[in-house]
T-cell receptor, first 114, second 111 residues
Framework: NAGVMQNPRHLVRRRGQEARLRCSPMKGHSHVYWYRQLPEEGLKFMVYLQKENIIDESGMPKERFSAEFPKEGPSILRIQQVVRGDSAAYFC????????????FGNGTRLTVT | GEDVEQSLFLSVREGDSSVINCTYTDSSSTYLYWYKQEPGAGLQLLTYIFSNMDMKQDQRLTVLLNKKDKHLSLRIADTQTGDSAIYFCAETSNTGNQFYFGTGTSLTVIP
């Protein structure tokens, strides 16, 4: 049973380019969360999605960031016109969202903006 | 959002017990979790406790919950060098969408 799969593991982008981070949840999980982790900091919630729906995007920056979880395929976190401050580890987690079900995390994508 | 607080660093000698503490503010918290993060990896679920429980034991791990004080702790018995990692507590409620994470406690085990 494959866990949460994120790719790429490492992504380098120049300022102004676009970054696309992919997440395939665990089999049977229809809920996806994205978190950002900066060095020496904890996890910051970004967005919570179900298939084809954004449920809570209260942690997403208002500009340049977007997320989707289509009916078919992985969830995508998209960052347009990246800046150096976007450099971080981005983690995806999935859950079947039954009461008490914990989040299961991928190994993250480490974005470096040069 | 809700506040979940942890001390940043803990250092113990191999073979000793480690106690990692966490406080939270959400009185409607229903489930509380402990995760472990090793360098370069994602978060691995260690254990979790339902809010109507006071204690849960799982091999070397003991979780204690004081709901009145909103205090959660993780005790690792006979700490090994492989336990060196960052430990996160997290909480959620059955009415909310979010899982709130603490800042993480970096545990260093000295041989």
């Amino acid at each position: 049973n494959a866990g949460v799969m994120q790719n790429p593991r490492h992504l380098v982008r120049r300022r102004g380019q676009e970054a696309r981070l992919r997440c395939s949840p665990m089999k049977g999980h229809s809920h996806v969360y994205w978190y950002r982790q900066l060095p020496e900091e904890g996890l910051k919630f970004m967005v919570y999605l179900q298939k084809e729906n954004i449920i809570d995007e209260s942690g997403m920056p208002k500009e340049r960031f977007s997320a989707e979880f289509p009916k078919e395929g992985p969830s995508i976190l998209r960052i347009q016109q990246v800046v150096r401050g976007d450099s971080a580890a981005y983690f995806c987690a999935s859950s079947p969202r039954r009461e008490g079900s914990p989040l299961h995390f991928g190994n993250g994508t480490r974005l470096t903006v040069t | 959002g809700e506040d979940v607080e942890q001390s940043l660093f803990l250092s113990v000698r191999e073979g000793d017990s480690s106690v990692i503490n966490c406080t939270y503010t959400d009185s409607s918290s229903t489930y509380l979790y402990w995760y472990k993060q090793e360098p370069g990896a994602g978060l691995q679920l260690l254990t979790y406790i339902f809010s109507n429980m006071d204690m849960k034991q799982d091999q070397r791990l003991t979780v204690l919950l004081n709901k009145k004080d909103k205090h959660l702790s993780l005790r690792i018995a006979d700490t090994q060098t492989g336990d060196s990692a960052i430990y996160f507590c997290a909480e959620t409620s059955n009415t909310g969408n979010q899982f709130y994470f603490g800042t993480g406690t970096s545990l260093t085990v000295i041989p």
